[in-house]
Nanobody, 127 residues
Framework: QVQLVESGGGLVQAGGSLRLSCAAS????????MGWFRQTPGKEREFVAA????????YYADSVKGRFTISRDNAKTTVYLQMNSLKPEDTAVYYC????????????????????WGQGTQVTVSS
């Protein structure tokens, strides 16, 4: 069982930055593919960014490409999402997700491809 806890959300003005963290409780994130998703009320959870364990490949939604960066620090059992040049449309609850790596997560993964989820952290970008 992988327990994930997100932190780092908050209120920021448009153009600002935030860094989200996703910590794994009691274990490392070695051999897990990691992802970040976000969700707003009434909408489906959407893919934001992913990083594979095998090869360390990264994938981004077109809407955040060039502004967001996903990274991982296995020694500290943490995955990060650096968000720069934030826009009001980035406002959402952001979720961290993990799945045992079999080399299948790629491109624009769907939520069902992940087995473990954090509780979410709210990000609000004011205009």
């Amino acid at each position: 069982q992988v327990q994930l806890v997100e932190s780092g959300g908050g209120l920021v003005q448009a153009g600002g930055s935030l860094r989200l963290s996703c910590a794994a409780s009691g274990r490392t994130l070695r051999s897990y593919d990691m992802g970040w998703f976000r969700q707003t009320p009434g909408k489906e959870r959407e893919f934001v960014a992913a990083k594979s364990w095998r090869g360390g490949r990264t994938y981004y939604a077109d809407s955040v490409k060039g502004r967001f960066t996903i990274s991982r620090d296995n020694a500290k059992t943490t995955v990060y999402l650096q968000m720069n040049s934030l826009k009001p449309e980035d406002t959402a609850v952001y979720y961290c997700a993990a799945v045992q790596s079999y080399g299948t997560v790629a491109g624009q993964p769907k939520p069902y491809e992940y087995d473990y989820w954090g509780q979410g952290t709210q990000v609000t970008v004011s205009s």
